[in-house]
């Protein structure tokens, strides 16, 4: 009776940890470049003292999509969307080089050039800064910066520096706690200089709003029936005892 009630609770269990999975992808649905994450399950062995006599269910994420998300234009001098594959270099907190989809820049009162999530774009000798003030800002197809000082004609563009964008293959990338992508090597990618991307548009999420929703009620009814699973063998664990005081 413990082996049937051990797989029931266990299956609840693990279904929760898929419904927080499919919650935070429908969360992110209209954050600019965000990935959704999969779910997969599995029965796994328990393992102990003595011989394995225990087998539980378990929900674990073995990836993201890497599917590209629709392309909005938006005019924008400083939006910039990756053409196919690659990523966008930036600087995570902890001073590391991370990547990320997210394309709708801005640089702050000191120049610095960041994302929506305020995270500073790098360059090949680190993060860019702008030299203020200017008048504008334009991005080339290839990443190339340039910028008209405050007060010169609308012919005058300085280059000031180049994004890194870099190309390893998806199945290297994994996302990190802060939401950002790394190498599973934990080294930083070389620059792809083959990569382009398109100017006055920002890559939006690749989450399929419907698909989380039917996934999310196909959780819950699993987990009800979970429950009610745990709920017979309570009955049957009832049963039996009465059965046994009656002999």
């Known amino acids: 009776m413990d082996k049937f009630l051990y797989v029931a609770m266990s299956g609840a269990k693990q279904g929760m940890n898929a419904l927080a999975v499919r919650a935070n992808n429908l969360a992110n649905a209209n954050t600019d470049g965000f990935k959704s994450d999969m779910t997969q399950a599995r029965s796994m062995q328990a393992f102990g003292e003595g011989l394995p006599t225990r087998v539980f269910s378990m929900i674990e994420s073995p990836g993201s999509n890497f599917n590209g998300g629709p392309i909005r234009t938006t005019g924008r001098?400083?939006?910039i969307a990756v053409k196919g594959d690659?990523?966008?270099a930036v600087q995570a907190t902890d001073g590391s080089e991370a990547?990320?989809?997210?394309?709708?820049?801005?640089?702050?009162?000191?120049?610095?050039?960041?994302?929506?999530?305020?995270t500073p774009i790098m360059g090949d000798a680190g993060p860019i800064v702008l030299p203020l003030p200017i008048d504008s800002v334009q991005i080339s197809d290839n990443g190339?910066?340039?910028?008209?000082p405050k007060?010169?004609?609308?012919?005058v563009f300085e280059e000031v520096g180049q994004i890194k964008f870099v190309n390893p293959g998806n199945d290297q990338m994994m996302r990190g706690e802060d939401g950002l992508f790394?190498?599973?090597?934990?080294?930083p990618a070389p620059r792809d200089p083959a990569i382009e991307i398109e100017s006055g548009a920002i890559e939006g999420s690749?989450?399929?709003?419907?698909?989380?929703?039917?996934?999310?009620?196909?959780?819950?009814?699993?987990?009800?029936?979970?429950?009610?699973?745990?709920?017979?063998?309570?009955e049957a664990d009832r049963s039996s005892t009465s059965l046994m005081r009656i002999s």
């Open 86 to 88: 690659g990523w966008i």
């Open 206 to 234: 690749n989450v399929n709003s419907v698909h989380e929703m039917v996934a999310m009620i196909d959780i819950q009814r699993q987990y009800e029936m979970q429950v009610k699973m745990m709920k017979n063998a309570e």
């Open 182 to 187: 790394r190498l599973m090597s934990g080294q």
């Open 144 to 148: 190339i910066i340039s910028v008209r």
């Open 77 to 79: 001098d400083l939006d």
């Open 99 to 118: 990547y990320t989809r997210a394309g709708s820049l801005h640089f702050d009162s000191t120049g610095l050039l960041l994302n929506s999530r305020n």
């Open 151 to 155: 007060g010169a004609t609308a012919e």
